[in-house]
């Protein structure tokens, strides 16, 4: 945990600076039982109260917190099948410095109201072919080395692209499975909501998802 939050916290100019964030799965507040994915940001001093005096389960992934080009944290959502990749990007409607304003709302984009935040188009060419190479990488490593080879029809990604421009995979929201050779004409299976930090194979739901992402 040592190790942890002195790497985290690395680089951070002041005590308010969103230095990381912890991904779960909940209960919808609904009240059908379905899962929701929460996400909880941290500052240095909520960080280190995280890792060395609360309880955890074993449910989420902790990842360090990827500032981005400008004073508004932003997250794009690719939505993927084999034959086209759509974008868009969420940006946050306050500033990060604006320290008058609580953590969270300062730094939520999908999984937050959406009045804390606006949808603006994903501009160039350079950063939406980087993404849709990625989206194809995990394609072909989860089809590489998950058992029976399984093959994704359909992805809904996350992604962050930091200070530089690059983007990362931060999360998977939704997984569909194509259907085994023998019965691809049969109805494609519904959408697997996956509500997870990340993703692996084998295709598993829940927090027994490898990070893949993080490798």
């Keep these: 945990n040592k190790k942890i939050y002195a790497e985290f916290t690395k680089g951070a100019k002041t005590p308010q600076d969103v230095v990381a964030y912890h991904i779960s799965e909940r209960v919808s507040a609904d009240g059908d039982g379905s899962p929701e994915t929460s996400i909880t940001y941290f500052d240095s001093r ?65 999984e937050g109201g959406e009045h804390l935040s606006k949808i603006t188009p994903v501009r160039g060419t350079l950063l939406p072919d980087k993404i849709q190479q990625l989206c194809w990488g995990i394609v072909s490593h989860v089809r590489t080395t998950s058992h029976e080879h399984q093959h994704i029809s359909r992805l809904l990604l996350n992604f962050k692209s930091d ?10 929201s939704r997984l569909r499975p194509a259907p085994p050779r023998a019965s691809r004409s049969e109805a494609v299976p519904p959408l697997i909501s ?16 490898a990070a893949l992402v993080l490798l």
């Design 46 to 110: 909520t960080l280190h109260e995280f890792l060395f005096h609360q309880q955890k389960e074993d449910d989420g992934c902790l990842q360090k917190f990827v500032w981005p080009k400008g004073a508004h944290n932003s997250m794009i959502q690719a939505a993927w099948s084999p034959q086209i990749c759509l974008l868009e990007r969420r940006v946050t409607l306050h500033r990060l410095d604006s320290t008058r304003v609580p953590l969270q709302q300062r730094c939520c984009t999908y």
């Design 163 to 172: 200070e530089q421009a690059r983007a990362a995979p931060r999360r998977s």
């Design 194 to 209: 996956a509500n997870q930090p990340v993703f692996a194979p084998p295709l598993l739901s829940g927090p027994r998802l």
